[in-house]
């Protein structure tokens, strides 16, 4: 039967094994998966979802643990043409509301533990069924698809049509929804199969969350266009990827990965022996850990660099020098540096990195303006990172100009945890910046005003407060108590003397 490569389920689906009771997944705390059993599972999902009445184009809000049976239902999201909307398991109620009353979810599937205060949310929003998925893939979804057909036609979208949203924070505090359409996925996805040389025989140990852009597209993406067997990790545990790592050929991590598998002994040449590929990205990468690793390993980080509306953009070369601190060279988008006014800046000065190409995103959710400011006349679209095009032309991400902070590979927009702080009682006013951190990269750390209206209050109830209701990455690690905020003539805050005093510390 022709199938329509413009779902990206159907490419992946074109590129599983002819035997499909080879092994899709295994791991130490899953069942194996076969993929002719992912194929109907999908199947089953995808009907179950078209039942409760969603139809192509409808959201689907999924939070929930790592499981086997979560990424069946993005596959399944994508065969029925249904739009996935993944979200970090750190998110409480209030984050969970914004995305519900935001996205107006048809469906939203979540950890039964939090079906209560889930539904009361979900009903709000006008969500039509909110179905359950525990850490061991079962619930009502797998229960009621369970009853299903095993075989379902995928739906023949056009590459236009959104496959994902994926909401990132915005410096303004309010988080955007990417919109990425298939083509977007599909354009990315082969870039990265091409460019890292994926091959027969290749296995990928997957240990990075599901909900973001690196575990969710970069990694498995390049597996499933490989039709390769994925080791899957719940979580990431250093320990258990040494174990894992002689069964796999290719690894994807956050720097905090890396950090973390350095700090192990038992992390030697010996556990990597069967390995083709590490590849780093979403956070700096520092150089001492690039050197650390290959002199521990013999092996060669490979750094890239991307973002959720863009996917990946650059990547050191496969084949070549992998030069530590740099991003490599563009994928297949057109890139420039740009200054703030969109000048192009001269070869070697630094500027902001401008983006064009089949995997930039098609907007942002019910954001015609602020996706207009986003992107240039000709279609550029402005990336907020400071980047620098060496003379030896490997790019080089230099900083940020947008205020975000990134720990552990997540990111963190100060004006959402300042407001946040701000509307605490006995809060007059607070900053917030990051610092370095051994092990996430960055840390979070607020400096904070008290107005005198609750004498005794401490940072650590600011700590508290924050806690209680933001997602743990988002806590700040070290609060400070200020008479006031250092602020130039113009009462504007001085981040750059806080962040030097977050440093002396
Ligand atoms: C956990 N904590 C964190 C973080 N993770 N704090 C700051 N930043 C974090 N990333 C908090 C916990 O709440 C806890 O606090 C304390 O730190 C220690 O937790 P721990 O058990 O050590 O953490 P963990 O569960 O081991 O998680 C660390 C992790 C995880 C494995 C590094 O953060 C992770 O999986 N990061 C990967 C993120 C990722 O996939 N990013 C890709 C985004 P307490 O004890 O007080 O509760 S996609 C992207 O950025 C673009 C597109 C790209 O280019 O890829
Ligand atoms: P996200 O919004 O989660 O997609 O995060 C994207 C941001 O992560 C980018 O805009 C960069 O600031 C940062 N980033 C990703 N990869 C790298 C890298 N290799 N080096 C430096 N920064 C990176």
Known sequence: MYMSNTNLYSLFESRFPSDRHQTAFEGPDIQPWSFAEIISKSAQMAHLMTELGAKPGDRVAVQVGKTVEAVILYLAC??????????????????????????????????????????????????????????????????????????????????????????????????????????????NAKSLHNAWHFEAGDVLLHALPIFHVHGLFVALHC???????????????????????????????????????????????????????????SAPLLEETFNAFSERTGHVILERYGMTEAGMITTNPYEGLRKAGTVGFPLDNDVRIASEGGEIVADGEIGILEIKGPNVFKGYWKMPEKTAAEFRADGYFITGDMCQKGSDDYYRIVGRSKDLVICGGYNVYPKEIESFIDEMPGIEESAVVGRAHPDFGEAVVAFVVTDGTMPGLTADDVILYVKEKLANFKVPKQVYLLDQLPRNAMGKVQKKDLRERAAAE
């Open 78 to 187: 994508l065969r029925a043409g249904l739009v996935y909307l993944p979200l970090n398991t750190a998110y409480k109620a209030a984050e969970i509301e914004y995305f519900l009353r935001d996205a107006s979810p048809t469906l939203m599937v979540c950890d039964p533990a939090s079906l209560d205060e889930i539904r009361v949310l979900a009903r709000t929003a006008g969500v039509k069924e909110v179905l359950t998925l525990d850490g061991d893939g079962k619930g009502s979804l797998s229960d009621r698809a369970e009853a299903s057909p095993t075989t379902f036609e995928t739906y023949n979208n056009t590459g236009e049509d959104l496959a994902a949203i994926l909401y990132t924070s915005g410096t303004t505090g309010r988080s955007k929804g990417a919109m990425l359409t298939h083509d977007n996925l599909i354009s």
């Open 223 to 281: 597996a499933f266009l490989n039709g390769s067997k994925i080791i899957f990790l719940t979580k990431f545990d250093a320990k258990t990827v040494i174990e894992q790592l002689p069964k796999a050929t290719v690894f994807m991590g956050v720097p905090t990965f890396y950090v973390r598998l350095l700090a192990d002994p038992a992390f030697t040449t010996e556990a990597c022996h069967n390995m083709r590929l590490f590849t780093a990205g």
